[in-house]
Every structure is written in structure tokens, then in C-alpha cells.
């Protein structure tokens, strides 16, 4: 046994996991803690600073299936009709999504959440929809949409508003209308 190649490792393995394990920590302390104010009616700076639950969601339109061949039975390796959808839950200020993510899905993860995070493909909690809609609104209200890239969508290139429109209406679909 070669006592100086395992000290090596062992120490080639802390100077790469510490700090990966530590921004994870930190990661954890700060990121996944809730911003808002703490008294909403009083003009107060302290924060909430509740622990953050998070839950992601995949919206497919419903002709679309979970697999490396797509309709038209190509192969291929991402699913470009896709809606991720991230929210937070805090235990004193509810549900509120905090990311509308339009860009394209790689069938791997697809199919791996399929696999092992099948919940993540329906969305019937009457909260998650409220907080979806809210953001929508929000968006179309400050412009937010416009930011998005009209690229990423496999939708021939027409108006911005009609691809937000069509992927709204998709979206209602898979949803169960609102
Ligand atoms: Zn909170």
C-alpha cells in the first residue's frame, strides 16, 4: 500500500468536496430563506427568514410524449415544448412561483423526473395554480415577457405575443383551463 497516494487523495478529495460542501451549507442558510417582510402593514426592515420549501413542476403540452423520438418520429434529445415551473413555500407567507423557465427540456432529465419525480408532471394544487397565474400577471403587467427568447421555442417565427399567447393556451390546457 502506498500510504503516501491514499494521504494524496484524501486530500485531493477535501480540497474539492469542502468547498463544495460548504457553499451547499451556505447555499442553504441563505438562499432557501424567505424575503419578505416580516409585517407586511408596518414599514419594518426585518425579514421573514423562514425556511423555503421548494417545488418544481414540468408543464408538456399534451400531445407530447416522454421519449428520444418525437411525434414525427425523429430522434432527438430535448423536448423544446417545455414550461419549468419553480415555487417556493414559505410557512408564513404561502405559495408564490418564482420562475417561469421556457427553455428547451433534455429528454434525460425528462425522463429521469418521470422516473423518480412523477408528481413534478401534474399540477393540481389549487395553490401552485393561484401562485402561477399571479406571476403571469405580473409578467404581462411589467413587460416580462418580452424578455423571453423566441428562439428556444420550436414555434416558426412569428410575433413574440402569439408565441406567449399559444404557450399560455397550452398551458390552460394542460392545467384544466382557467
Ligand atoms: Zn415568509
Redesign the pocket.
Known sequence: MNVQLIVGTVITVAIVVAPAWLSYRIYKRIGRR?T?KKDKYQDTKEF?G?NLRRVHKILLPEDERISFLSQNGRWRCWIRRSIKLTFTI?P??GVKCVKIDFDILSVFHALWTNWFRKEQYTMQEKKLIDAFWTKVKQLHASGGHKTLDGQTTDTPPISLSSIVESVFEELSDVMGGE
Open positions: 424567505c419578505e421573514c423562514c414559505c408564513v407567507h
